[in-house]
Each structure stands twice: as structure tokens, then as C-alpha cells.
């Protein structure tokens, strides 16, 4: 009798195993199991950046981190959220027209594409706008250029300059380091095609949200280790940059919403090949040899469980004589940066941020 | 022996939600007829008022065509013998519709473009996860068919 249900229980295991190793790169790949819950209620967000987060459960936002990678793509944003709360106001949703868009291919895969954002009233005037390469957030596996649509044109009109927003391959069909090397392609391509679209390729940042304010410090770091036109500055908002699990922020903020720390948890099942790719310098940001960077702007949420990572980074970073200015914002929450129409504390980032970047292209 | 039929069901229902992760095929019907019903209902809005030809062609080559891949996935769904609802829009789709609405002229122009661009890259991911990992064979067919359509659309969207 025990010997057959122990085979009964092995055939169980076994098949088990062999569905998930079968769909370790498949959207439908199942999350990792649960973690135990943290029981610290997060602190409570400003009023404004609470009515988002009402929003986005209004719209129906099901916990990222209990879904498989192609049920997470289909939950609604954060900025989703933002353009109800916008709606409800009596605010316009649509585009700012300041700016127009084109996307272009950098690569051969459908993913591998940027969104170039140009001031309408530069097009076809013949100047050299500076460039700022742009990097979406979505712990690389999750949302894309059109869910990011608020800060790169944001920028193109604050800053008068063009906003190259780059797509690129998601995990887990595209595991690590994927993500990097085509951050990396990208910021070569940009460099190259630049001047073709009234860009100065001399005069070039690099900005990112989340993941993809990791990717602007790791392609910064790219950019020094081949010898590429170093960017002016790199401004990184609240970026994945350390992979340890028990920083102060994934404790008090790891039942904040729209990221929580299982979510974290969530990403790297699906983004690493191994748990040591969480380790990789290029992941593990203050791990990295950060000397000799562009000057660089970090900016966090208070209610957020990546704060301590961008906090880390800005101490590693001044040991490293880079110079850093780190500003952590109230009351706000992840995802708050390009929520400035409905979100105070996004709009005094949003100008601490344009105002960075402005003295660092009028050098 | 009355251990093992005891242990085999509970180890089954523990490990069972492990392998569902695909859509049910009742959230991929509701899914793919809610994106449909909003493709179709946005595009009329916008043919209300566009002056520009290019949206014009687009929106009747949309409302055309997610009227056929409704179609297509009610008749899958039936031979998959599942009797879904009537098509709804779920609350994203809806506030997407609400926000075209409130704009006029060129804005609503804008607006439409913007959320076709959004709202395919997620039908894509819909019908490309449910060709790939669905458990109606049905349905999975008819995924698999819609998943070069919606491909089109949005390499016609990167022209726009």
C-alpha cells in the first residue's frame, strides 16, 4: 500500500515537473507560489494619490503576483487609473498634441521598436534638439510604450527634445539579460539615427521608470564599458538596483499599492534564468562598478517597496564620487511619476526632474 | 488502499490550480468579447466625427473584422459546447469608451489612435496566450486565426 502511494505520489511530482519546466518561457507559466503574507498595512498615501489607487481598483486590477505573466499583461495600469481619475475631473485623456510620435523599428523582433516623441513645433524646422533615451518600467515582463506614454511626452515638451521611448523584448518568452542588451542596442541605434531626426546625438540623456530606470543606469554603465558617447545625465526613477530581500522599504511598504514585494518576487521568477542573474551587477546596481558615471538624478516614492533600492543606489553612487541628488517624495506612491495632472506630489517630481535635465543640456 | 484514494484527490486539488493558468475558456471568451465590443463600439465613435481619411479606412476595417472574430468565437465556443454571456465590456473597456467619447475633433482622433495602439498589444497577448496554452481545442483554433489579424492591426497602428 505505500509503495503505490508513493507512486502515485511521484507520477504527481513528476508530471508537475515537467509542465512547469516545459513552460518556464510561456506567458501562461504559472506564478511562483505564494509568499507569506506581511501583516504592517502600508503608510497611508495622500488623498490625491489614493483616489488613483481607488481608480485602479474601480477598473477591476486583480493582485499582479498570483497571475500568470499573460493574465498580469491584461490587468488594467496604473495609468489607466490616473486617466479615469482625469476623466472624473472633467480633464481631457488625449494626447498632448505638442508632441507627435512615430515608431520606428530598431531590430528584427516586433518588440524590438522605439517611439520617437517630437515637439510638434520643431518638425521639419531644421534644429538640434537634445535626445533622451527613455526606458519603460513593468518589472520586464509586464506593460509597454503605450502604458509609459505619460512621461516621455512629458518630457519631449518640457524639455523641448526628442524622446526616443524604446519597447523591447519582455520575459519570460525573453529572459535576462535580453532586456539589457536591447537597451543597449537601442541607445547605439539612437546615437547613430539621431541627427536623421533633428536629434544632437552630442547632446544625450538617459531617463527610465522602475525597470527601466535600471536599464538608463546600466546602459550608462554599457556606454562607458564601449566606449559610446557617454549621456550628459541619467535620470532613474524609482529603479530595481538591489536585489536584497530585507532593505527597510520591502518591509514597510510590502503591502503597498500598485508594487508590492511579492510582486518583486514575481518579476524575478520570471525574468532570471538562475537566482544568480538577481545578482548581476546589471540587476544588482549597487553591486556594479559605478565610477566614472554621467551625472545622475534618482527619484522615490516614500509608499513604495523599491525606495531603499534608488536610497542604496545614491549612497553607492556618491562613495563611487559620482554626482547623484536622490529626492524621496511623500505621500506618493510607485507609478506616481507622470501623474502630475491629478497627483501634487508627481508634479513637484516632474519639475525637480525637467529641472535636472534642463542645467545638464545647457552645459 | 483507502489511504492512497484519500492522498490521491487532495494532492490533486493542491496541484491542480498549478496547471490551469492558461485563461478558462469562459475568461477567454469574455475577454475576446469584450476587447471585440470595444473595437467595434471605439470605431464608431470615431467615425462619427474623423476628418482623416486613414482613421476612416481603419475604423471600418475594424468594426469588419471584430465583428468576424466575435462571430468566430461564438461558433468555437460552441462546438467547445460552452454557452458563454453575451458579450459585455469589462470596466477597462468601458472607461476607454467613456474617455473617446468626451473628446471631439482632432482629439478624439488622438485618443482612438493612442487606445488602439494599447488596446491591441493586449488583444495580442489574449489571443497569442490562449492559442498557446488554452484547453479548448475550439477555441485554441480559433485564437490561433485571430492572432495574425490583430499582428496586421498593429503593425498598421506603427504607421500611425
Not at chain 1, 98 to 126: E, M
Not at chain 1, 180 to 193: G, K, P, Q, T
Not at chain 1, 235 to 246: F, H, K
Not at chain 2, 70 to 94: C, E, N
Request: no cysteine; glycine share 6%.
Amino acid at each position: 500500500m505505500k509503495s503505490r502511494l508513493l507512486l502515485g505520489m511521484a507520477l504527481l511530482l513528476g508530471t508537475s515537473a515537467a509542465a512547469s519546466a516545459q513552460s518556464a518561457m510561456s506567458p501562461n507559466a504559472p506564478p511562483p507560489p505564494p509568499a507569506p503574507v506581511a501583516v504592517t498595512p502600508p503608510p497611508q498615501a495622500a488623498a490625491d494619490m489614493q483616489a488613483v489607487l481607488d481608480a485602479h481598483k474601480a477598473l477591476g486590477a486583480k493582485p499582479i503576483e498570483t497571475l500568470s505573466p499573460a493574465k498580469a499583461r491584461l490587468q488594467p495600469s496604473a495609468t489607466d487609473a490616473a486617466r479615469r481619475v482625469m476623466r472624473e475631473r472633467g480633464m481631457s485623456t488625449a494626447p498632448d498634441p505638442a508632441v507627435t510620435t512615430k515608431d520606428v523599428a530598431y531590430g528584427a523582433d516586433p518588440q524590438q521598436f522605439a517611439r520617437i516623441y517630437t515637439p510638434a513645433a520643431v518638425v521639419g524646422s531644421g534644429a538640434q534638439l537634445p535626445v533622451v533615451v527613455y526606458y519603460h518600467g513593468g518589472g520586464w515582463v509586464i506593460a509597454d510604450v503605450n502604458v509609459y506614454d505619460p512621461t516621455p511626452r512629458l518630457l519631449a515638451k518640457q524639455l523641448n527634445a526628442i524622446v526616443v521611448s524604446v519597447e523591447y523584448r519582455h520575459a519570460p518568452e525573453f529572459k535576462f539579460p535580453s532586456q539589457h542588451e536591447d537597451a543597449a542596442a537601442a541607445y547605439r541605434w539612437v546615437l547613430a539615427n539621431a541627427a536623421s531626426w533633428g536629434g544632437n546625438p552630442a547632446k544625450i540623456a538617459l531617463a527610465g521608470e522602475s525597470a527601466g530606470g535600471n536599464l538608463a543606469v546600466a546602459t550608462a554603465i554599457y556606454a562607458r564599458d564601449n566606449g559610446l558617447t557617454a549621456p550628459l545625465h541619467v535620470l532613474s526613477v524609482y529603479p530595481i538596483a538591489n536585489s536584497a530581500m530585507q532593505l527597510p522599504s520591502k518591509v514597510d511598504s510590502a503591502n503597498a499599492k500598485p508594487l508590492n514585494t511579492p510582486m518583486l518576487k514575481w518579476f524575478g521568477h520570471y525574468y532570471a534564468r538562475t537566482a544568480a542573474d538577481q545578482m548581476d551587477p546589471r540587476v544588482n546596481l549597487v553591486g556594479a562598478n559605478l565610477a566614472g558615471l554621467p551625472a545622475t538624478t534618482i527619484i522615490n516614492a516614500q509608499i513604495d517597496p523599491l525606495r531603499s533600492d534608488g536610497e542604496t543606489l545614491a549612497q553607492a553612487m556618491k562613495k563611487a564620487r559620482v554626482d547623484v541628488d536622490q529626492k524621496t517624495f511623500p505621500g506618493v506612491t510607485h507609478e506616481f511619476f507622470g501623474m502630475g495632472k491629478v497627483v501634487r506630489g508627481a508634479y513637484d517630481a516632474e519639475l525637480y526632474a525637467v529641472a535636472q535635465l534642463k542645467k545638464a543640456f545647457a552645459r | 488502499m483507502k489511504m492512497l484514494a484519500f492522498a490521491l484527490p487532495v494532492a490533486i486539488a493542491i496541484s491542480a490550480p498549478a496547471y490551469a493558468q492558461a485563461l478558462s475558456p469562459t475568461e477567454y471568451v469574455a475577454m475576446a468579447g469584450s476587447g471585440d465590443m470595444y473595437e467595434i463600439q471605439s470605431s464608431q465613435t470615431v467615425l462619427q466625427t474623423t476628418q482623416d481619411p486613414k482613421i476612416r479606412t481603419f475604423a471600418q476595417m475594424m468594426i469588419k473584422h471584430h465583428t468576424k472574430s466575435t462571430a468566430d468565437v461564438k461558433a468555437a465556443a460552441a462546438k467547445s459546447r460552452i454557452k458563454p454571456k453575451p458579450p459585455m465590456l469589462m470596466p477597462a473597456h468601458a472607461e476607454l469608451l467613456t474617455q473617446l467619447q468626451a473628446e471631439t475633433g482632432p482629439a478624439r482622433d488622438q485618443t482612438y489612435i493612442a487606445q488602439q495602439k494599447q488596446a491591441h498589444a493586449q488583444a495580442l497577448e489574449l489571443h497569442k496566450s490562449y492559442a498557446q496554452g488554452g484547453t479548448a481545442p475550439a477555441l485554441k483554433m480559433a485564437a490561433a486565426k485571430i492572432v495574425p489579424v490583430v499582428q496586421q492591426h498593429i503593425d498598421m497602428l506603427k504607421t500611425m
